[in-house]
C-alpha cells in the first residue's frame, strides 16, 4: 500500500499524559499537513510541513502540541499533558505541494482522552 | 474570516439525484473540493473545480461554481445507496490548506 498511513490507529490515554503519534506521507510527496476531526464536525487544519520547514500552525494549535518532520519525510505530531478536550480523530495527508494538488489523506488516529 | 456551512442532513430515494449545497466566504480561493469520508475509512477526493469555472462533470457528478454568491453545490446523478457517506466541500486558503465545511451527511433509502 502506497497511500499515507498513520500510526496508531487508535489510542486511549489518561488526562496528564503525553501520546505520540506518527504519520508516514506518500514517498515523493513534499507537502505533509495535520488536521484534526471532532465528532459532527469537518476537519481543521493544524499545520503543515514543505518538506522538513514548519510553514504554518494554526491558531488551535497550543503551545502543549508539537509537530516535527526531521528529514523531510515521515512526521510526528506530539500532544503533552493531554485533556480531554484533545479528543478527536488527527489526520494526515500529503501532496506534491504545487497549487491545488490533492492532499491524500490518511485514515486517521483516534485518540481517547479519559 | 474562513467559514464553509453546509446543510447537515439529505435523505433521498436511490435512482434519484442529490444535490448538496456549501457556501463559502474566501473569495481567493484557487479551488474548491468535494471530499466523501465513510464511516472508519478516511477522506477521500471525488472532484474539485478551479475558481474560474462555473461547471464541471465527471460521469455522475456535477459541480456548480456560483463565485459572485461564493455558492457550491453537487450534484449526484442516479444515486446508490454506496453513495450514503458523509460529503465536505473544501476551500483552499493560499494554496496551502484546506478549510472543510461541517459536512452533509447523505442517507440513500431503497
Known amino acids: 500500500d502506497t497511500g499515507v498511513s498513520q500510526d496508531p490507529r487508535h489510542k486511549i490515554t489518561k488526562r496528564g499524559q503525553n501520546v505520540t503519534f506518527r504519520c508516514d506521507p506518500i514517498s515523493e510527496h513534499n507537502r505533509l499537513y495535520w488536521y484534526r476531526q471532532t465528532l459532527g464536525q469537518g476537519p481543521e487544519f493544524l499545520t503543515y510541513?514543505?518538506?522538513?520547514?514548519?510553514?504554518?500552525k494554526s491558531r488551535l494549535l497550543s503551545d502543549r502540541f508539537s509537530a516535527e518532520r526531521p528529514k523531510g519525510s515521515f512526521s510526528t505530531l506530539e500532544i503533552q499533558r493531554t485533556e480531554q478536550g484533545d479528543s478527536a480523530m488527527y489526520l494526515c495527508?500529503?501532496?506534491?505541494?504545487?497549487?491545488?494538488?490533492?492532499?491524500?489523506f490518511g485514515p486517521g488516529t483516534r485518540l481517547t482522552v479519559l | 474570516g474562513e467559514d464553509v456551512e453546509q446543510s447537515l442532513f439529505l435523505s433521498v430515494r436511490e435512482g434519484d439525484s442529490s444535490v448538496i449545497n456549501c457556501t463559502y466566504t474566501d473569495s481567493s480561493s484557487t479551488y474548491l473540493y468535494w471530499y466523501k469520508q465513510e464511516p472508519g475509512a478516511g477522506l477521500q477526493l471525488l472532484t474539485y473545480i478551479f475558481s474560474n469555472m462555473d461547471m464541471k462533470q465527471d460521469q455522475r457528478l456535477t459541480v456548480l461554481l456560483n463565485k459572485k454568491d461564493k455558492h457550491l453545490s453537487l450534484r449526484i446523478a442516479d444515486t446508490q445507496t454506496g453513495d450514503s457517506a458523509i460529503y465536505f466541500c473544501?476551500?483552499?486558503?493560499?494554496?496551502?490548506?484546506?478549510?472543510f465545511g461541517t459536512g452533509t451527511r447523505l442517507q440513500v433509502f431503497p
Open positions: 510541513f514543505q518538506n522538513e520547514a514548519q510553514l504554518e
Open positions: 495527508a500529503s501532496s506534491l505541494g504545487t497549487g491545488g494538488s490533492e492532499q491524500f
Open positions: 473544501a476551500e483552499d486558503i493560499d494554496t496551502d490548506k484546506l478549510i
